[in-house]
């Protein structure tokens, strides 16, 4: 699921002619466990200090399987993260790496977490 994100979002770049951006794997853990912990306390919430994390930005998110493919779920992040200003200008950004931490709760919602560096 997370690889599915990253190549959706690297693939909507691609299409804007933005830079590439590379997976860095060094920082999923963080990225798994801060989906992980808003997952258990059901709670959208970023990191307070997003430079404690070494990141520049996060964008969360939390959805639902819904009898949905890896590929079609991804989509799905991707665009909702689209249709907010807010997440889609971080997306659109000049950053050069990405990392994406996904939780998979019991109810089937999916909380993500992506960082940018």
């Known amino acids: 699921m997370e690889k599915e994100i990253f190549n959706k979002i690297t693939t909507y770049r691609s299409k804007k002619n933005l830079n590439k951006l590379l997976y860095n ?21 970023h990191v307070k200090d997003i430079m404690s994390v070494n990141a520049s930005a996060e964008i969360i998110q939390q ?3 819904d009898e949905q493919t890896h ?10 993260f689209l249709s907010s200003p807010s997440h889609k200008k971080i997306i659109e950004s000049k ?3 990405i990392s994406v931490g996904v939780f998979i709760g019991k ?6 977490t ?3 560096f």
């Open 107 to 112: 109810d089937e919602s999916i909380w993500v």
């Open 25 to 45: 794997c060094d920082m999923v853990k963080s990225c798994r466990e801060h989906s992980y912990f808003m997952g258990k306390n059901d709670n959208l919430v």
């Open 71 to 80: 590929s079609e779920l991804a989509t799905s992040v991707l665009n909702n």
């Open 63 to 65: 959805t639902y399987i």
């Open 95 to 97: 950053y050069i790496k």
């Open 114 to 116: 992506i960082r940018f």
